[in-house]
């Protein structure tokens, strides 16, 4: 397999497969009516577009390197992607503890995650 000559022709694979995710995930919340459904396909569009900014910021960083690009892109994707997931607990945890301490019901805001 021949190595591609640029970082974008590299990168674009990742970029469709990330924005997908992305665009999946927010029209899963936006045509669902289950609320927890909406919060998947919310959590689903934030780790897309996570996703996206480690294949840019990746990119950027081995802009002359197609080879080195796609070595890191893992450590970049992880990195970006754990931060998301990191920020998503947080938020539902936050939540979910004031919903606990004063005794709301559905305190949960779907525009918060």
């Known amino acids: 397999m021949a190595i591609p000559k640029s970082t974008f022709n590299t ?3 990742y970029g469709i497969a990330t924005l997908a995710i992305g665009v999946l ?3 899963l919340a936006v045509m669902a ?5 909406k919060v998947i396909g919310i959590c689903a569009a934030i780790i897309g577009a996570y996703g996206f900014f480690a294949i840019v910021i990746c990119g950027f960083v081995n802009s002359d390197n197609p ?4 070595e890191e892109l893992p ?3 992880t990195t970006m992607i754990g931060s998301a997931i990191a920020d998503i607990i947080s938020k ?5 503890i004031a919903q606990l ?3 709301r019901e559905n305190t949960i805001r ?3 995650i």
Do not use: D, H, V
Request: aromatic share 10%.
């Open 11 to 13: 990168a674009m694979p």
């Open 25 to 27: 995930g927010g029209s």
């Open 33 to 37: 009516t289950a609320t927890m459904i």
């Open 67 to 70: 080879q080195k690009f796609k």
């Open 75 to 77: 450590k970049y994707a």
């Open 92 to 96: 539902i945890a936050t939540e979910t």
């Open 101 to 103: 301490i004063f005794g």
């Open 110 to 112: 779907i525009g918060a």
